[in-house]
């Protein structure tokens, strides 16, 4: 019997910060790692486009350890047009996603974008049209919702493992001493108004994340929830604490984050979200966004401890291989992690951000670029 080569997907990895430099790296590690379990794609790099100069991209690959047949590009421009490019990696600061990957989908370029998706739900919405105008995958990179400990956890909701979901209770808190992290210029990303810094958009889409995965994904009517919140600002006038209430029909998510505490100061296991039912509840391991343990607590059973350790990848590999599936099966996004469902995230950030006045510079809030 024939075997069926596995389906090539070419990657162009638009910027080279850190997360480019770990997608990257995820993107050559083996596709039969343990858990990954991915031998029906592949993935090249292709190509790297670096902001200001060519060397920058040259360095970043051979820092990756991509083949040295990988081309290197001086521009985004250049990088977006190569022909041999099939997908675009967008790893910029969350200021320049929705110009980066406007210019990705107007080059005919299927996009992953890293998280924020856009500054604001306007920027969201122009991008989902222009990549249906133009026929191609797009998808916000929400890489923890492709973990398989995600996938389990969804199903033991659907299943009705913990009764009938009433909260989810979640928090991404990692105490960075800003002002000397990040100061005395305030110029940092994590800080920096003008590239749309701050903790909710940056961290706290992660403790969003595991409320949007239970009471928003899986409820097929895709209930809106009613949004409060409190705000405390940073010196900058971004947020340095966030904490969310959303008011869901028959449930109320709880979502926290912040520059100046921790969700878990000793790492002494203390969970990032409690998904609470009515028989019992799911706890979820600190960080966030890259948990890898979690425990079913029923009343009057004894709990049990589920280990989800990440083995030969840093866990964003799950994320690249159901971009390669859904461009294989011709599909326009993914039904894990769809446009619809990043839009209206994008419209919960903007209330929240409305609610504690945290505006950015008009320069990055536009729809024009
Ligand atoms: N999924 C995840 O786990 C993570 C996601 N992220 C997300 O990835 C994005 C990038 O974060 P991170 O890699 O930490 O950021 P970095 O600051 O390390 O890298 C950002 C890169 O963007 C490029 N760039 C283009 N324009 C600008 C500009 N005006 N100012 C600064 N950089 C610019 C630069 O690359 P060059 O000049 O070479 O083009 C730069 O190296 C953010 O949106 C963040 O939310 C970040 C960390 C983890
Ligand atoms: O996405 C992220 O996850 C890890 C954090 O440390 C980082 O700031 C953030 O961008």
Known sequence: MATQEPFTLRWGILATGWIASVFAKDLLTSTSAPGRNATDVRHIIQAVGASSSQQKATDFIKKIGAPESTTAYGSYDELVNDPNVDIIYVATPHSHHFAHTLLALNAG???????????????????????????????????????????????????GTIGEVRRVWSDLSLAQNPEETYGPGDEHRMVNRDLAGGALLDIGVYSLLWIWQT?????????????????????????????????????????????????????????????????????????????????????????????????????????????????????????????????????????????GGVKYPDSIETTQV
């Open 109 to 159: 370029k299927h996009v992953l974008c890293e998280k924020p998706f856009t500054v604001n739900a306007a920027q969201t919405k122009i991008l989902i049209e222009k990549a249906r105008e133009k026929g191609v995958f797009m998808m916000e990179a929400v890489w923890t919702r492709f973990f398989p400990l995600s996938y389990e956890i969804r199903k033991l909701v659907q299943d």
């Open 215 to 355: 009471l928003y994904h899986l409820d097929p009517a895709r209930p809106k929830p009613e949004v409060s919140a409190s705000v405390q600002k940073y010196r900058t006038g971004v947020d340095a604490e966030a904490t969310v209430l959303l008011h869901f029909p028959t449930s109320t998510g709880i979502a926290s984050t912040s520059l100046r505490i921790d969700t878990d100061p000793n790492n002494t296991g203390l969970p990032c979200a409690r998904i609470q039912g009515t028989k019992g509840e799911i706890q979820i391991s600190h960080p966030a966004y890259k948990p890898e343990s979690y425990t079913i607590v029923i009343k009057g059973e004894e709990e049990k401890r589920v280990e989800k350790k990440i083995e030969g990848q840093h866990g964003m590999a799950w994320e690249a291989d159901e971009c390669a599936r859904c461009i294989r099966d011709g599909k326009k996004e993914s039904e894990v992690m769809g446009l619809e469902e990043s839009l209206a995230m994008m419209e919960v950030l903007d209330r929240v951000r409305e609610i």
